[in-house]
């Protein structure tokens, strides 16, 4: 981060309740603005650094990630020549094992209708965001209440009343593989996302009729999996919860 071209006016590090030497490294770094929290997950941490910077724009960088040296620079011009634009990201590389990956067809970044493009997962890493403090003012921060998927149900309540734009240049690393990542702790992912789209739906002032038939159609498609996962692994529980949504429809 110290290495961007364009330097950060404010930088804010916060410790979820981490047990590493992370205060004495950061006493080398006397302009870094430093948090301790008790353990409380990513959501309330990322909360805690956007409710306590000064600044009107907010970028985020998770801590397996890896910030290209112009990252900044590039976001900050895009949004100089789009005043209206409140939110950017941008492509990314993937690393395992020290190797640059293939991303897989489906995470290819578009950049045509960001809304369709991240309905049924989340293809905005929250690392390479930008954006307006604003927005969190109207829609609200992370919610805290979800376990994963918490980038993924931001993103599209955001989307639903702002214009998200894609700067197309890969200016972020994530590292993958490791074994503390939230995508490796949780079964059925799509449980956690479910719980987004229906609270978007819940909502029907904010979401056109379109979007709102678009988030139909993802969540019968989700609750179908739901289920045939349910039946495999006999959750008698999810069963029926899944078959009840379902009949809804």
């Known amino acids: 981060m110290l290495k961007q071209t364009f330097q950060a006016c404010e930088i804010i590090v916060i ?3 981490s047990t590493d030497n992370t205060p004495k490294i950061l006493q080398k770094f006397p302009n870094v603005k430093y948090m301790y929290q008790k353990n409380s997950g990513v959501s309330s941490a990322r909360n805690l650094g956007i409710v306590n910077t000064s600044y009107e724009w907010v970028a985020f960088l998770d801590s397996d990630d890896e910030w290209i040296n112009t990252k900044l620079e590039e976001q900050v011009l895009f949004h100089t020549d789009n005043a209206t634009v409140l939110m950017s990201y941008t492509d990314e590389i993937w690393v395992r094992n020290a190797q640059n990956i293939k991303i897989p067809k489906k995470f290819k970044k578009l950049g045509n ?3 369709i493009e991240n309905l049924s997962f989340c293809n905005i890493a929250p690392s390479s965001a930008l954006i307006h403090k604003s927005i969190f003012e109207s829609v609200g921060l992370f ?4 376990e994963v998927c918490e ?5 599209l ?3 639903i009343e702002n214009k998200i734009e894609l700067v197309d240049k890969k200016l972020i690393k994530k590292y993958a593989g490791h074994e503390d ?3 490796f702790k949780y079964w059925g992912m799509d449980r956690f996302r479910v719980l987004s789209l229906e609270k978007l739906l819940k909502d029907e002032n904010k979401v056109s009729e379109e979007k709102a038939q678009m988030i139909k159609e993802e969540l019968l498609k989700k609750y179908t999996l739901l289920l045939k996962g349910a039946i495999k692994h006999d959750r008698e529980e999810d069963i029926e919860i899944y078959e009840g949504k379902i009949a809804k429809f």
């Open 143 to 146: 919610d805290t209440t979800l």
């Open 113 to 115: 209708d960001v809304f």
């Open 181 to 183: 990542q939230l995508s």
């Open 157 to 159: 309540r955001i989307m």
């Open 151 to 155: 980038d993924y149900d931001l993103w």
């Open 15 to 17: 410790d979820d309740g």
